[in-house]
């Protein structure tokens, strides 16, 4: 193929934003020679090649904007640590289909327990599927709201996470919030009933969930909405940290 006709390739395919078939069509074309492959089989070989590049990228988008504070994986998680850990629930929520259906799901546990790693496993399963995901702590969340209504962009921020089809609340319980903080905070769960997906996690058993919500009234009718369509997981037992930070010093000494 003549060089002028390869630089106005790559101009048109530049032009047409198909980056991957503007950076593989000369090595896929010399192949196709070789293997004397159709014209047909040639392109179809060069779209496929671009559809992936894009799915890729969509998904690394959907995961960076996220804002996961690391990123973890269900294959890193041991859950010999939580014998009492359905391992088989858990992969059925990385299908999504929980999400899909509008349920929410809750990790309840005490520190140290791995609630955090299978949080943000589950949302970058979430990822992979194509849908949006926003994580936060309870704490983040609350410093959020409360500084988009100090600016007036309150309904702003609610919009967008309205469109997240999976909000994450990390740490629900750890930190106390003020009562205004609180009220928003309601106000997000409760409007996302049955229009879209929370995952919780909190050391906090949900008969102590007044502590955060300041009072039976508001903590009922949040709990009435949160498990009306919800996975709750017990994740109670020795402290998965403390775990896997003996078997890293075990490891080191027999170095």
Not at 111 to 139: E, M, N
Not at 142 to 165: C, G, I
Not at 211 to 240: I, K, P, W
């Amino acid at each position: 193929m003549a060089d002028a006709t390869i630089d106005l390739l790559k101009t048109h395919l530049r032009q047409l934003r198909l980056p991957t078939m503007g950076a593989e069509f000369e090595k896929l074309a010399r192949d196709a020679a070789a293997t004397n492959q159709t014209f047909v089989q040639f392109l179809l070989r060069l779209t496929e090649l671009e559809l992936a590049t894009r799915a890729a990228n969509a998904v690394a988008t959907r995961i960076k904007n996220a804002e996961f504070p690391v990123l973890k994986d269900l294959d890193t998680y041991d859950f010999s640590v939580m014998p009492g850990l359905s391992k088989p629930r858990i992969l059925e929520l990385a299908r999504c289909e929980w999400i899909r259906e509008k349920s929410n799901c809750c990790l309840i546990g005490g520190q140290g327990t791995g609630k955090t790693h299978l949080a943000i496993a589950l949302g970058q399963a979430a990822c992979r599927a194509g849908l949006k995901v926003w994580f936060f702590t309870a704490a983040e969340l609350v410093s959020r709201l409360e500084k988009a209504q100090k600016f007036y962009t309150l309904d702003r921020l609610l919009n967008q996470l309205e469109r997240t089809a999976l909000l994450i609340c990390d740490e629900l319980g750890y930190v106390s919030l003020s009562r205004g903080g609180v009220e928003l905070l309601f106000r997000v769960f409760a409007e996302r009933y049955e229009r879209a997906s929370i995952l919780v996690t909190s050391n906090l058993p949900f008969s102590e969930w007044n502590q955060v919500f300041q009072g039976e009234r508001m903590t009922g009718a949040l709990l009435d909405r949160m498990t009306h369509h919800c996975h709750v997981m017990e994740m109670n037992g020795e402290s998965y940290r403390f775990r896997e930070s003996m078997k890293a010093k075990k490891s080191r000494k027999s170095e």
